[in-house]
């Protein structure tokens, strides 16, 4: 069957070029090439980390998937793009009916979410799929870099990503010394179960970057392959990380549940009273540079409250 | 043609015509009447031309194709499984499109994800061909196929949990969506990858009314009326198997219509398959044009799939006439 | 009334044996259950004396879950063997009755409805399992007492496609609440402790008396509604005693583990191809084989994907559905 859209391309890239009169340019991306246009000034962002991407270099999006939930977009964010922009509904579909309204002229999609809907948002606007939720924290800068030259400011966010990897640099300074034969594990809980994020996954990496040790990389012979491992308190009692850093999406949580069992009292982080929440949105959630530097920023007051 | 059918059949024409405009005429956003009619004509003044041309008027149209096409064949399996209550689902589509869906997501997440329908297809096709050949094994009767049709359907939907459990969630995240039956980001190039085929056997499907209804008469009924059972059987379900599982491919599990639409049908003009087949046809596009249509609206910018629609307005209703005729059900 | 055993004709085993044999596997399957876990370092040795953390592992997460996984297997097992023999319907069991779905279609209900948010989840359940099962059961004529054997596989099918559908609307939302949904809406044991295992014994004991009390007039009702009533038991009376022992079986069931599928459609199955159809001994027998399953699975889905545990319902459709697909095949009780 014929699944290939042979003409489709032909036809995107005639609507394209009627809609960028200006000096388009070649993005590669996840799915393609696209002609983008020279200086975009209406995007629409369809996941969390490209508004962090826009607000990097303080570019304010007309539109987002802030899933319908205006908080979503958190303050740091706020306080650069403004409060202007449109809600198009949900990261997982987004409605291109108020997309196509808002006559954007870039869109920045998701591979994971968006590849099925990659076509009719080509027919809206130049659009762009980078993978944002599949990789890790360095992944999440390179696309940084990606986003900057698909929205004509280069040269701002790599002045950006400079400034941001000498903060991170300060931070990790701060940290490293402290961090030093810790093992940290973050970990985010709902009402039914903990799901702990591994070494491979955003925030595992920047522990890692941190200068923590991680316990679920020394299991005999097993290996974590997934992103978000599903645990149970015996799993928990043998990975037994020092700091065990919990954002919570419920209250009170499947954790709080294990309080006063044997097992859980007898966990290394549980004795030494270093259990410490963390907010579930910002970390699990965002990623990109802001958010990282959030993320480093709460790890910097932890430890300096551990002392 | 009864008097029943010759008033049912237009009013169907008419409805569905107007639940078209409707369903042209709503969405996230709002769009003047004047500015409807320019796009679509072409017409001077204000347009609208990805919203009305690209975006509802392709999903509208898929909606009466694909709802079309799920109602016939679920005609065409009660009809062969001589059950009122058999639908689509129980040769297999919806679990096994589900997981090849799935499975291929989780194996070759680029591949899949870029495929998706035609996966899709594969495993509707691929779970109806395998109870078919199961049932095959033993003299094959309706009950057999049904129950056979039902085990292999819970295998399937055995594999598909093991996958959502195990699988991170956002890695499935697509194929989710797809799982509950949606007409979000369809455009023209679904429909003219899907309509040939479906019009061709929704045709074909149409023109076989009167081999159903010596099916219906039961298996030595009809062989002694000198009909092939066997072979009309496997083109019939081969039929059926096909319209459904491209319309599932390209809009997801919209499971309920096959099922419901015939049913209803069968309320308003009686079981002659001549007029039963053209009314369910209508009622199973009319069901997903709304449904559709109404999950635009409801809470924007926000989509509620129309899988969830028709589940939800469709099976109080099923369950009413159900239970106050139960003794039409069993054909 | 010895004919009604010598009906079905008697077991193909020697009794002895066989009884024997089940033991072995039940108590094999506890021991399988007891030395996997989380914990790679305690492990079968440590079950005689066990010391320090290998004690409070053993005692407070492992043991209550081995129970919980033994008297979940009793439950179901008997509560799918009741239906069957109470509604002379050898397909009635939660998984095809749709009450899995059902349970599903109440949590998810309770998680992404506000109007539901002060009802405890497991409530929630109950009431959804309950209201499918109800729901099939009319659309099958069951109250009218003329079930149709076909109307019910469909009915469950029809009812638990539409449970389905609304419990998929979660998916559409955001990843955090179709993660919420499809852990709770697959059977999982993995946070068992000692409250809930003594829920379930409280209802699952008596519920092994009841039916064992029960196991006569089962028997009569496996030679016709006529012959059973000639013989002085009401088959309505039978149906409905049935009924609710089933329902408590499998409403505690629920509400302690979620949705386990299979295990009461394809325990009696199996055990009435080992046994004979004589329900004194039926009861039993398929107790102790639901046990045994669900030990088994327990074992089975703490290493199939490790480190990472796959919920228990999961493992037990996995080898439920292809066993039930070989039976409709092959078996010819079935089709």
């Known amino acids: ?307 | 043609m009864t008097r029943r059918a010759r008033i049912t059949l237009p009013s169907l024409v008419l409805l569905l015509t107007l639940a078209f405009v409707w369903s042209l005429s709503v969405g996230a956003v709002k769009i003047p009447a004047s500015v409807i009619i320019n796009t679509l004509f072409d017409l001077d003044g204000d347009q609208q031309r990805f919203i009305i041309n690209r975006s509802r008027l392709p999903r509208s149209l898929l909606a009466v194709l694909t709802g079309g096409a799920m109602a016939l064949s679920g005609v065409i399996v009660q009809a062969l499984l001589r059950n009122a209550l058999a639908s689509p689902k129980i040769i297999g589509i919806n679990s096994g499109a589900a997981l090849a869906v799935l499975l291929g997501t989780s194996l070759a997440p680029d591949l899949a994800l870029a495929w998706l329908p035609l996966v899709a297809l594969l495993g509707g096709t691929l779970a109806a061909g395998t109870i078919y050949g199961l049932s095959a094994l033993r003299p094959m009767s309706p009950e057999r196929l049904i129950l056979v049709g039902i085990a292999v359907g819970l295998v399937c939907d055995a594999g598909v949990d093991f996958i959502m459990v195990t699988a991170s969630t956002f890695e499935i995240s697509a194929p989710l969506v797809w799982l509950t039956g949606s007409l979000w980001a369809r455009g023209w190039q679904h429909l003219s990858a899907v309509w040939p085929f479906l019009s061709l056997l929704s045709a074909l499907c149409l023109c076989l009314f009167f081999r159903l209804d010596l099916m219906r008469l039961g298996t030595s009924q009809a062989t002694a009326l000198g009909v092939n059972v066997r072979l009309e059987r496997f083109v019939l379900l081969a039929i059926a198997t096909l319209l459904a599982s491209i319309s599932v491919s390209v809009v997801g599990v919209i499971g309920f219509v096959g099922l419901m639409a015939p049913h209803i049908a069968r309320q308003l003009v009686g079981g002659r398959h001549g007029v039963l087949l053209p009314t369910a046809m209508l009622i199973g596009a009319l069901l997903v044009v709304l449904a559709d249509a109404t999950g635009r609206v409801l809470v924007p910018p926000l989509e509620i799939s129309a899988g969830i629609l028709t589940a939800l307005f469709g099976a109080p209703f099923f369950v009413f006439i159900l239970l106050t005729s139960r003794m039409e059900t069993r054909e | 009334m010895s004919h009604s055993v010598t009906a079905h004709g008697a077991g193909k085993l020697p009794r002895g044996l066989a009884v024997g044999l089940a033991l072995a596997v039940l108590f094999s399957g506890a021991l399988f259950s007891l030395a996997t876990g989380g914990r790679s370092d305690v492990g079968l040795t440590d079950l005689w004396a066990p010391e320090g953390i290998a004690a409070t592992v053993i005692y407070d997460t492992r043991a209550p879950r081995m129970f919980a996984a033994t008297l979940l297997g009793l439950n179901l097992s008997l509560s799918g063997l009741i239906l069957q023999a109470a509604t002379r319907n050898p397909l009635a069991s939660p998984a095809i009755l749709g009450l899995n779905q059902g349970a599903a279609l109440g949590l998810s209900l309770g998680l992404v409805l506000p109007l539901f948010s002060g009802v405890p989840l497991q409530v929630m359940a109950l009431v959804g399992a309950f209201g499918a099962g109800v729901v099939t059961f009319a659309i099958s004529g069951g109250f009218t007492g003329r079930m149709d054997s076909l109307r019910l596989v469909l009915g469950g099918v029809a009812v638990g496609a539409f449970s389905y559908a609304m419990v998929r609307f979660a998916f559409t939302l955001e990843d955090e609440l179709a993660r919420s949904v499809v852990r709770w809406t697959v059977g999982d044991i993995t946070d068992i402790r000692w409250p809930a295992v003594r829920r379930l014994a409280l209802w699952g004991l008596p519920g092994l008396f009841a039916a064992l009390a029960l196991s006569q007039r089962l028997n009569l009702m496996a030679l016709g509604q006529a012959s059973a009533q000639g013989l002085g038991a009401d088959s309505r009376i039978t149906l409905l005693l049935g009924t609710l022992i089933a329902a408590a079986l499998t409403g505690v069931s629920v509400s302690v583990a979620g949705p386990i599928a299979f295990v009461g459609l394809v325990v009696p199955h199996l055990a009435k191809l080992l046994f004979g159809g004589d329900h004194r001994i039926l009861v039993p027998v398929s107790a102790l084989l639901g046990a045994a399953l669900m030990l088994y699975a327990d074992g089975v889905s703490k290493v199939l994907t490790a480190p990472v545990e796959a919920p228990v319902g999961v493992v037990v459709a996995l080898i439920g559905a292809p066993w039930f697909l070989w039976q409709t095949v092959f078996a010819r009780d079935l089709s």
Do not use: C
């Open chain 1, 1 to 307: 069957m014929a699944y290939t859209f042979k003409l489709l391309p032909v036809f995107s890239a005639a609507l394209i070029a009627l809609a960028s009169p200006v000096l388009a340019r070649d993005i590669t991306h996840e799915l393609g090439t696209t002609d983008v246009p020279d200086d975009p000034k209406r995007i629409v962002v369809l996941e969390f980390s490209y508004i962090d991407a826009l607000a990097s270099v303080g570019v304010a999006p007309v539109g987002l998937a802030d899933d319908g939930k205006r908080d979503r977009v958190i303050a740091p964010y706020i306080d650069v793009i403004g409060d202007d922009w449109v809600s198009v509904g949900t990261r997982k579909t987004p409605s291109l009916e108020i997309i196509a309204s808002l006559q954007p002229d870039l869109i920045i999609a998701d591979k994971t979410r968006h590849t099925a809907a990659y076509d009719t948002l080509s027919e809206i606007a130049p659009t762009i799929v980078l993978d944002s939720l599949g990789g890790d924290y360095h992944a999440s800068v390179a696309q940084m870099a990606a986003i900057g030259t698909a929205i004509g400011k280069s040269v701002e966010m790599e002045a950006r990503i400079t400034a941001h990897k000498a903060t991170m640099a300060e931070y990790v300074a701060q940290i490293k010394p402290k961090a030093e034969g810790i093992a940290a594990q973050f970990g985010v809980t709902n009402a039914k179960g903990l799901w702990l994020h591994s070494p491979r996954s955003y925030n595992g990496s920047l522990l890692e970057m941190f200068g923590f040790d991680s316990n679920m990389e020394t299991a005999d012979g097993a290996v974590y392959e997934k992103v978000y491992v599903p645990t149970t308190l015996e799993q928990l009692s043998e990975i037994d990380p020092d700091l065990l850093l919990v954002g919570a999406y419920a209250d009170p949580s499947f954790v709080d549940g294990w309080a006063g069992e044997t097992l859980y009292e007898n966990l290394t982080s549980v004795k030494a009273d270093q259990v410490l929440p963390v907010t579930a949105h910002n970390w699990s959630r965002l990623r990109g540079m802001l958010a990282a530097e959030m993320t480093a920023a709460d790890v910097v007051r932890i430890m300096d409250a551990l002392e």
